[in-house]
């Protein structure tokens, strides 16, 4: 699909890899020496997102003391990754579409229009479909934006390529941080091959650094990894000692919810929803927990 021009929708977890494919699109199409332009759309607020995108001119709101131009037109000749597409307001929605259709972006507080010659690659760890069904995603918009599908299976599902990326990860990082780790033991290398990776290929290299970082030898061993990878090696669950006065059983259990419950929002940057996937809960418990144990949780 990368020689071509047709716009680009990447389907899949939170984790997955999405934008290293976009960026092996676009580094192996005729625009590779152009621009490649990402977007996390859901890391800019909503009022923002539209001047983000289309740029906007001297006057056109409050603080808008130059004219700025938009992320679009920085990726002209290159390539615009839109991250998280199903986040972005219906009104913006709107405005995208003009785009793709029209080849063309008009700045905020502007009336002239600019000719943008863009190629759009857009990425989702929802049912885009679903959305549409549901009301909260443009139809004409979601058939443009998906001429071409690429599906990531989840880390789970190729788990063939855990060893390849746990190796590559550790290199990258051994060099990063002047370590001689150069290997995992067998037993750290069946562990990582086989648990479940919630948060898929992003979990996996945050565990390696870690391990990378705590490790005192040349080779990581299974105490090196993160605890949630050492339980399910091992078949079980963390045993708790009583001591002799008793302990308090909700605040132990409670302690335990909220290890991986601080995990989830990491991986996901905070997003309570995608958290609540990586941990297959309703949104709404989720947040219950949240409040309940008190977990602080960055604006």
Known sequence: AAPARSNILIVGESGTGKELVARAIHRLSPRGDGPFVPVHTSAIPTDLLESTLFGHVKGAFTGAINNRKGLIEAAHEGTLFLDEVGTISPETQTKLLRVIQEREIRRVGSVDSRAVDTRLVAATNTDLWREVQEGRFREDLYFRLNVITIELPPL????????????????????????????????????????????????????????????????????????????????????????????????????????????????????????????????????????????????
Not at 257 to 277: C, D, F, M, T, Y
């Open 156 to 299: 789970r599902e190729r788990r063939e390529d855990i060893p390849l990326l746990a190796t590559h990860f550790l290199r990258v990082y051994a060099e990063e941080n002047q370590r001689t780790v150069q290997g995992f033991s067998a037993a750290a290398m069946d562990a990582l091959s086989a648990y479940h990776w919630p948060g898929n290929v992003r979990e996996l290299e945050n565990a390696v650094e870690r391990a990378v970082v705590l490790s005192q030898g040349d080779t990581v061993e299974l105490d090196g990894l993160p605890q949630a990878l050492r339980v399910e090696a091992e078949g079980g669950v963390p045993t708790t000692e009583i001591p002799p006065a008793g302990l308090d059983f909700r605040k132990v259990v409670g302690e335990y919810q909220a290890g991986p419950i601080r995990e989830a929002l990491r991986l996901s940057g905070g997003v309570q929803r995608q958290a609540a996937k990586l941990l297959m809960l309703s949104p709404t418990t989720l947040n219950e927990m949240i409040h309940r144990l008190e977990i602080e949780v960055e604006d």
